[in-house]
């Protein structure tokens, strides 16, 4: 009997836990519905007055959050699409066969698993620039889908070894090359993993800040919802009803999209340190 | 006789063609990732050595060699010690906290008798899915002078009047740690719950029979047997908190005064910033091979630490 009441007593300090946890969320969500009057006499209240859609609106058609959005949506999608065919493919002939050459290549990406973006940020933005592609949404796209990706290589590899050859030689039996093999017989099977690629991917995307900070440091036009917002705190006097309407719009898609896929996601990220 | 012969030989032949089949199909297969990683990540590794001895401000025209000249500046630069040291002070200080909460959370959490652990983990969880540099934002207002934390702490009299937490050179350093911590938390708690639930039951049954208490089990099983994947843990935290960059960009930009400048803001500072006049590229490249090394130093020591621990690390695979 004590023990069942000290398993409900710990709720007390976990609710009180997840309150602050979810605390400055709420606060952005409800000040995106207050007017500016409201904010000042009562920012720190949790249930707006009334939810009036002004500051959504101001924050998608004045200061340009539609743009944004459409920037985020497109650069994210696009680099998940090409991540996870290079990963999925890279993975499948590392797991499933020995070739030479092999080894060095997973070497070399291993090794530079903890080089920081800060420290390729130059060359990367000179070799953007020199392709011609600075200020525009291909070079964000492939630079945001550059590295080696090593967590998703070795989860793709880790998943194909698995798969019995038996499948495999019924394939070629049946008259699949290589490739037919992968995409009928490889891929299909892997679909836990890419559901964790992508989600994984979708998330660093769509929260990428120095990136597309730096590669669009003379194009507003491209900005992603991240750049969007944050030059949106540099510019004029602090409109916060506005940054929490902005704050908004960039973290809500990404809040429903991990709740309902959050399986996929902590899948991954335990890959990540179980080897 | 002459049959089965001639029957191995193309055979053999047969195998070697596919061999050979096989392994161009699997370059073929690994080279779009081997492109990007050599254009976004290989050649920055080998370029970044030849900008670091460039004086240039980013035109073709401007760049002269000045060899070792950067660095020369850079260990004399207090500025950049100043960021050195804050790197650290913010690693030494997230780090504990991020593992030992998170093992704490992530131990409660795995309880079969605790009600709703799902709920709490999704919770605590969602502030890593969330943009660090929207939070950064979000945060300056909740920290500053008329959000919540002021309000409480004067409600509960422990304040006498608002404190700027990130605009005050006192506190700005602790409080980008508190959010830092508050924002990873969730994340190694993930980490800590696949450790956990890779711990035999056996062990479990074993303490059991042997008449160990909780306490007991938790220090001669559960932490011993967690032990090599919070190496891994530990290392991704110490490079993760030593290249943090987005909310110290977003909180404090490096202020107030370079209380919370850490190594990537100086970098940036230089780089791509106009606070410093021109952009000093060579200068910044030179900054970020020096606390490069640093990061790869310490992976290095934690790889080595790792094979001893006979831990199975990320970098295993096969």
């Known amino acids: ?275 | 006789m002459s049959y089965t012969i001639s029957s191995t030989r193309t055979k053999r032949s047969y195998r070697s063609s596919t061999n050979r089949k096989i392994t161009l199909w699997c370059w073929l297969f690994i080279t779009p990732n081997l492109i990007f990683y050599a254009l976004f990540q290989g050649w920055p590794i080998l370029v970044n050595w030849y900008y670091s001895m460039l004086n240039w401000s980013g035109l073709e025209s401007s760049q002269t060699f000045v060899g070792l000249s950067n660095y020369k500046e850079l260990i004399l630069d207090t500025y950049f010690w100043n960021a050195y040291k804050n790197s650290f002070i913010f690693m030494a200080g997230t780090v504990p906290l991020q593992l030992i909460i998170a093992l704490f959370l992530a131990l409660l959490v795995n309880s079969p008798r605790l009600k709703f652990a799902s709920v709490y983990r999704t919770i605590i969880f969602i502030p890593v899915v969330t943009t660090a540099s929207i939070i950064g934002i979000i945060m300056v207002y909740i920290w500053g002078a008329d959000g919540a934390v002021n309000y409480i702490l004067l409600r509960l009299n422990i304040l006498e009047r608002p404190i700027n937490f990130l605009a005050d050179p006192k506190w700005a350093m602790f409080t980008a740690i508190i959010i830092f911590v508050w924002k990873n938390v969730g994340m190694n708690m993930i980490y800590w719950l696949a450790g956990l639930q890779g711990i035999s039951k056996d062990l479990y049954e074993a303490a059991d029979i042997d008449g160990a208490n909780k306490i007991q089990t938790f220090f001669y099983i559960t932490l011993p047997q967690l032990l090599p994947i919070g190496l891994v843990i530990t290392l991704l935290n110490v490079a993760g908190s030593l290249k943090v960059f987005d909310m110290i960009k977003t909180m404090t930009n490096g202020g107030p005064f370079f209380a919370t400048d850490v190594v990537s803001t100086y970098i940036y500072r230089y780089a791509f910033s106009s606070e410093m006049g021109m952009p000093r590229l060579g200068y910044a490249s030179a900054a970020a091979i020096f606390f490069t090394l640093t990061i790869v130093i310490f992976a290095v020591i934690q790889v080595i630490v790792n094979k001893r621990t006979n831990a199975k690390g990320v970098t295993k695979i096969e």
Not at chain 1, 62 to 85: D, G, H, K, P, R
Not at chain 1, 146 to 166: C, D, M, N, T, W
Request: charged fraction near 10%; include cysteine; glycine fraction near 8%.
């Open chain 1, 1 to 275: 009997m004590n023990r069942k009441i000290g398993w409900t007593l710990i709720h007390i300090p976990l609710i009180l836990l997840s309150f602050l946890w979810i605390y400055p969320f709420l606060w952005m969500v409800s000040a995106s519905f207050k007017t500016d009057t409201e904010f000042f006499s009562n920012g720190l209240r949790l249930i707006p007055a009334s939810f009036r859609l002004d500051n959504i609106k101001r924050a998608w058609n004045v200061a340009n959050f539609e743009q944004y959005f459409m920037n985020s949506a497109i650069v994210t999608a696009a680099v998940i699409l090409i991540v996870v065919v290079i990963t999925a493919t890279c993975g499948y002939a590392l797991g499933r066969y020995s070739f030479p050459g092999k080894k060095i290549f997973i070497a070399i990406l291993g090794a530079s698993m903890f080089i920081p973006l800060e420290f390729s940020m130059i060359p990367i933005f000179k070799l953007i620039k020199e392709m011609g592609l600075l200020d525009s949404l291909l070079g964000l796209i492939l630079a945001e889908s550059g590295g080696g990706h090593v967590l998703f290589v070795l989860l793709f590899a880790s998943f194909f070894r698995q798969i019995p050859k038996e499948l495999e030689e019924a394939s070629i039996i049946d008259g699949c090359n290589f490739l037919q093999t992968f995409w009928h017989v490889g891929l299909p099977l892997a679909k836990p993993i890419i559901g964790s690629v992508v989600i994984m991917q979708f998330v660093w995307t769509w929260n990428s800040f120095l990136l597309p900070l730096v590669l669009t440091l003379s194009s507003p036009e491209n900005r992603t919802l991240a750049v969007g917002l944050y030059s949106l705190q540099g510019e004029h006097v602090v409109d916060w009803t506005g940054i929490a309407a902005g704050g908004s719009i960039a973290l809500v898609p990404i809040i429903v999209i991990f709740i309902l896929l959050q399986r996929y996601f902590v899948d991954g990220m335990a890959g990540a340190v179980k080897g």
